[in-house]
């Protein structure tokens, strides 16, 4: 794995390309979920989002990809454009609003389900209906996609016979189909073996570069985080703590979220 | 249209293909082979969306609409029954994206309760139920051009659904939240496909019978998925099962005297077995 870092933890944005967050509440059935949530997204940056279960992680990115009601703010700034407003009726118009490619937690396929990679990618992409044979032209749409996270020869596999890595890999392909502004990873590495994790990671850090992209991820998997990410981001129903991996890792928030005992002159 | 038929099934060397004579068997031939595919292929999602419970609850409510319908005095109690089984799939959709329980608990709510419903209706003032035994078994000799040709519609209507937004309800089946950020109104998909079953499901329970009908929209899509490998051939081979599955029990009904709809039923059974002993090794 290489480790790659352009991590100034700048505050301000000025005219780079970023995603701002600004005081975001979210209330489910009347229980706060959310509140006071405020950090910058760069383009370019690999930020992990880790905290324990129930934090909000989740609800957290289906703010941002505009599916649960919040208040406070959510706007994307385009390297030196005007400012958009997500989840704002009037940010819709076409060609502002930034695309955002989502990779959801691990679904399950019944390991009998009859869905190809090609039919779950083709009703994804396209408005071919897959229980009609998919064309060939959808095909090799498919497998040029598939060739970004080095999955051509996973078209004709059925879901549910993938391994853990592998469909990441696919819903990788998936979010980058079209390529996005912002692209959200809902714990890519659960269930998936150590190659894979590598495999995964060394392709987020190719996508960054190569598309500029910023890549925002939740983990539980703390180990890792040194090598691939610029800036984690502590939650549990707020933001306790933010900055550069070891900073995050170190603090005592760190350790009281995780009833962690910490070394000399810690707290339990 | 129906001349046409006529015409057509004459050529056949049966018995009942005579011509001039018999056109019960011959319009339930047609009808089977319109409403066999229906059921094939709306089967496919109803199996891979685990909605087999749903469809089951789905023709318990299209009784209620029935005893509904019949104690209102209409003429017709199946359109009440339409109607019936619409607002039950709808309002069964709300009820499951705004409660925390899980879907096979919401249905077994809604279920019992139109059950209920249906029998306490049809029983009022001391009634007896026996008019509504007909609908159990289901009587497909019974059906007339004029159904064939709504059948024929419906099953028009639900291609058109499937070219339009099989693709969408399917994403919405495998991860709501990864297809509504990929733009599919998840919900309206949802409430749409139960609305097509729902409709599906009462139009033709006079012919198939209750106690029958969701058999015919398990075993055909659950026998495929034994031997499919990809949403084509699950496709083909639902909607193929169902087919010679239901001309087969047509005739096994007529010549053994037996319901047409537990024979076409049995012999479903039966092609799940075969396609079980024959099934995929993954």
């Given at each position: 794995m290489r480790k790659i870092k352009h991590g100034k933890l700048v505050s301000g944005c000025a005219d780079a390309c970023c995603l701002k967050l600004e005081g975001l509440n979210v209330r489910l059935d009347g229980e706060p979920i959310l509140s006071d949530v405020s950090f910058h997204l760069h383009c370019g940056e690999i930020v992990a989002l880790i905290g324990p279960n129930g934090a909000g992680k989740s609800s957290l990115l289906r703010a941002i990809l505009g599916q649960l009601p919040y208040s406070g703010s959510i706007t994307f700034s385009p390297a030196g454009g005007p400012a958009i407003r997500l989840g704002d009726p009037t940010g819709t118009v076409k060609g502002t609003r930034p695309l955002v490619g989502y990779v959801p937690q691990s679904p399950t396929f019944d390991r009998g389900d009859p869905l190809s990679v090609l039919d779950f990618f083709t009703a994804a992409t396209s408005n071919w209906p897959v229980c009609l044979p998919v064309p060939t032209r959808y095909r090799e749409q498919a497998a040029a996609c598939l060739a970004r996270v080095h999955g051509e020869d996973l078209l004709d596999k059925p879901m549910g016979s993938l391994s853990g890595g592998q469909l990441q890999r696919v819903l990788l392909a998936l979010a980058l189909d079209p390529v996005p502004h912002i692209l959200l990873l809902d714990e890519p590495l659960s269930g998936v073996d150590v190659e894979g994790e590598h495999q995964l990671l060394d392709m987020l850090d190719e996508l960054r570069t190569q598309y500029d992209l910023s890549i925002f991820l939740t983990t539980h998997?703390?180990?890792?985080l040194e090598h691939f990410a610029d800036k984690v981001v502590l939650l549990n129903k707020q933001v306790l703590k933010a900055g550069s991996p070891s900073e995050v890792l170190s603090s005592p928030e760190f350790y009281r979220t995780f009833h962690l005992r910490m070394g000399k002159g810690g707290e339990e | 249209m129906m001349q046409l038929w006529y015409f057509l099934v004459d050529l056949l060397p049966f018995e009942w293909a005579q011509t001039g004579s018999m056109y019960f068997m011959k319009n339930a031939l047609l009808a089977v082979l319109v409403i066999s595919p229906l059921f094939g292929l709306l089967s496919t999602m109803v199996v891979h969306s685990r909605m087999s419970f749903f469809s089951d609850a789905l023709g318990h409510s299209a009784f209620t609409g029935m005893a509904i319908g019949a104690i209102c005095g209409f003429g017709e109690p199946t359109w009440a029954a339409v109607v019936f089984a619409v607002v039950f799939a709808v309002l069964f959709n709300l009820v499951r994206r705004r409660s925390a329980l899980t879907s096979d608990t919401v249905i077994g709510v809604f279920s019992s309760t139109a059950v209920a419903l249906g029998i306490f209706i049809s029983t009022l003032g001391g009634r007896s139920f026996t008019k509504f035994n007909s609908l159990l078994i289901g009587d497909i000799l019974s059906v007339d051009p004029g159904k064939i040709g709504l059948l024929a519609l419906i099953l028009l209507a639900v291609l058109a659904l499937w070219a339009v937004s099989f693709n969408h309800l399917m994403l919405s089946t495998v991860h709501p939240a990864l297809a509504g950020s990929r733009g599919v109104k998840v919900f309206w998909q949802e409430t749409v496909f139960s609305v097509a079953i729902a409709v599906v499901v009462t139009l033709s329970m006079t012919w198939v019978g209750l106690l029958v009908i969701n058999s015919l929209l398990v075993l055909p899509a659950a026998s495929a998925r034994n031997t499919a490998r990809n949403m084509t051939q699950y496709h083909l081979f639902s909607v193929l099962g169902a087919v010679v599955c239901g001309v087969a029990g047509l005739m096994t009904s007529y010549y053994l005297g037996s319901s047409a709809g537990a024979s076409i039923t049995l012999y479903l059974a039966v092609w799940f077995a075969l396609s079980f002993s024959a099934r995929k090794k993954v």
């Open positions: 998997d703390f180990a890792t | -």
